[in-house]
């Protein structure tokens, strides 16, 4: 079974720019999440969906950050435009519906914005 | 807000020895307290989970507890290899994750 999957793994844009970052969860997992962590912090929650919906988007820093997840299966996590302190490395997770208790990260999408 | 603590940064231990690694909470008692693993370049990976109205739970050389009159859960691996190298994160499950800063372990050969 293939597991979360991240795109890309690196990306190096300048302050100003959009990024867009990707998630493929694993295949019939209803929940997904992204987190961040930024340098020398701890990793924090950004956003939850259930499915298409989003749930809990408590964690999200500001208006320059948009997620979907059109169709319930793979998300996007767009930042426009990018500033220097959204450098970090952004994690998206999984888990089945009625398995709350484990998530599944994928390995992470690293940002920097010079 | 309820915080998730892990004072330790590193901490260095010799093969053979166990590790102990804590993890402190804040206010309230978390329902559920899960340890992860992390190694470079990747993204955590689940260990175990232990729940509130547990002391103990184990799984093969590992093992959690969970104090809440002390508002803490320490993680033990027992009979450590340097194949156990790598950072070890305390959260909090309620919805979402609310992970501590890591301790990184170290096992020397």
């Known amino acids: 079974e293939a597991g979360v999957t991240q795109f890309p793994s690196h990306s190096v844009i300048e302050k100003g720019q959009t990024v867009t970052l990707r998630c493929d969860p694993i295949?019939?997992?209803?929940?997904l999440y992204w987190y961040r962590r930024v340098m020398g912090k701890e990793i924090k929650f950004l956003l939850h969906?259930?499915?298409?919906?989003?749930?809990?988007e408590s964690g999200m820093p500001n208006n320059r950050f948009l997620a979907e997840r059109t169709g319930g299966t793979y998300s996007t996590l767009k930042v426009q435009p990018a500033e220097l302190e959204d450098s970090g490395v952004y994690f998206c997770?999984?888990?089945?519906?009625?398995?709350?208790?484990?998530?599944?990260f994928g390995p992470g999408t690293r940002l920097l914005v010079l | 807000s309820q915080k998730i603590e892990q004072n330790s940064e590193a901490l260095n231990i010799q093969e053979g020895k166990t590790a102990t690694l804590t993890c402190n909470y804040t206010?309230?008692?978390?329902?559920?307290l899960q340890w992860y693993r992390q190694d470079p370049g990747r993204g955590p990976v689940f260990l175990l989970l232990?729940?509130?109205?547990?002391k103990e739970k184990r799984k093969e050389r590992l093992k959690v507890t969970f104090d809440t009159t002390l508002k803490q859960s320490l993680f033990h691996i027992t009979a450590s290899q340097p194949a156990d190298s790598a950072t070890y994160l305390c959260?909090?499950?309620?919805?979402?994750?609310?992970f501590g800063s890591g301790t990184r372990l170290q096992v020397q050969p």
């Open positions: 997770a999984s888990s089945p519906l009625q398995g709350l208790e484990t998530q599944y």
């Open positions: 295949s019939g997992h209803d929940n």
């Open positions: 969906f259930v499915k298409e919906s989003k749930q809990d």
């Open positions: 206010n309230y008692s978390p329902a559920y």
């Open positions: 232990i729940r509130e109205n547990e």
């Open positions: 959260a909090r499950l309620r919805r979402a994750l609310t």
